[in-house]
């Protein structure tokens, strides 16, 4: 995961310049997300590489999973360790003046990275939807072209959201990113939803002695293998719910109550952390849940020690 960036740029001046956060908190939470940078940046780039190799997950899936993993790894590379920068500089003493290029390139970063993230999480939910709805059509339906043109709109879109922090309100920006973002969770619950209740139909269907028979074009695939892929790309969705969620509840509670002070400073800082664990975690739910994509890491891996050796 990628992420959204902090509330409003002079609250976020002075809190840091005021000393509203503890030496100690900062320095914790600075030394944890340069450990997390880290871990998105080398763990994602191993995925991406992984993912070449992989011929079992259908293309367009593979080009949602590349799009998410390529996101993870621009938070590892840019916005962390700019966010990492950001808490420093009341401790460096840097000049003032570079605070405010340091904060315009993590919030533009954080305001687009988080858009395509949450976006292809969501579009991986509906593809995995489509694929037992559509049946044999969907390959006909769900195709390459198709799904590098939604993207590509995943992308403008958020473009936008960063052409409107620059030329509007950043805390209004923010807050409607927020709102806007409560859909997307929704609309992947109820994919889920329904994938549940098709599959234990189908598997109600198979105790009963009845062969699974496509309902307007539905299962006639490797049930056992769709499973898999469903259960995977479920695992990616909740680590995304758990760790944007609460950046969520965050946003819109500090914009409707107005909430400030020591607590609201240290609970932001703390959802800044927590989107930014996403990031990690997904290369690690890809290793653990797909076990073609586990074998071409290591692979991977080895290939890199014996090239240093």
Same mark, same amino acid.
């Given at each position: 995961m990628a992420n959204c960036t902090g509330y409003g740029n002079s609250t976020r001046i002075q809190n840091h310049y005021g000393c509203s956060l503890p030496e100690g908190l900062v320095v914790f939470l600075a030394t944890l997300n340069i450990f997390l940078s880290i871990t998105a940046s080398l763990g994602n780039a191993l995925i991406l590489i992984a993912l070449r190799k992989v011929s079992s997950v259908h293309p367009p899936t593979k080009l949602l999973f590349r799009c998410l993993a390529i996101t993870d790894l621009c938070v590892g590379l840019i916005t962390q360790p700019l966010h990492v920068t950001y808490l420093l500089i009341p401790i460096t003493k840097v000049n003032l003046s570079n605070?405010?290029? &340091?904060? /315009?390139?993590?919030?533009?970063?954080? !305001?687009? #990275?988080?858009? &395509? @993230?949450i976006s292809t999480a969501t579009a991986l939910s509906v593809d =995995? $939807?489509? /694929?037992?709805?559509l049946g044999l059509r969907y390959r006909h339906v769900v195709t390459l072209k198709r799904v590098f043109v939604v993207i590509i709109y995943f992308w403008v879109s958020s473009v936008s959201f960063v052409f409107v922090?620059? !030329?509007? +309100?950043?805390? &209004?920006?923010?807050?409607e990113a927020?709102?806007?973002?409560?859909?997307?969770i929704v609309?992947?619950?109820?994919?889920?939803?329904?994938? !549940?209740?098709? #599959?234990?139909? +189908?598997?109600?269907?198979?105790?009963?002695?009845?062969q699974s028979q496509p309902n307007r074009g539905g299962i006639p695939f490797n049930i056992a293998r769709y499973k898999k892929t469903? @259960?995977?790309? /479920? *695992?990616?969705?909740?680590?995304?719910?758990?760790?944007? &969620?609460?950046?969520i509840i965050c946003v819109i509670t500090i914009r409707i109550s107005g909430w400030s002070g020591l607590s609201a400073d240290v609970? *932001?800082?703390?959802?800044?952390?927590?989107?930014? #664990? +996403?990031?990690?975690? +997904?290369?690690? $739910?890809?290793? *653990? =849940?797909?076990?073609?994509?586990?074998?071409?890491t290591k692979g991977t891996i080895r290939q890199l020690c014996c090239s240093s050796s």
């Open positions: 605070l405010f290029y &340091v904060d /315009a390139v993590m919030n533009a970063s954080g !305001f687009l #990275l988080c858009g &395509v @993230s =995995r $939807l489509l /694929a037992l709805l922090y620059i !030329f509007w +309100n950043y805390d &209004v920006t923010l807050f927020a709102v806007l973002s409560i859909p997307c609309i992947s619950m109820c994919s889920y939803a329904k994938i !549940f209740l098709a #599959l234990r139909q +189908n598997q109600a269907q198979v105790r009963e002695g009845h469903v @259960s995977s790309i /479920a *695992w990616v969705q909740l680590a995304l719910a758990v760790c944007y &969620v609460p950046f609970v *932001w800082e703390c959802a800044f952390t927590l989107l930014y #664990l +996403n990031s990690s975690l +997904n290369p690690i $739910l890809y290793c *653990w =849940r797909i076990q073609e994509i586990r074998q071409k």
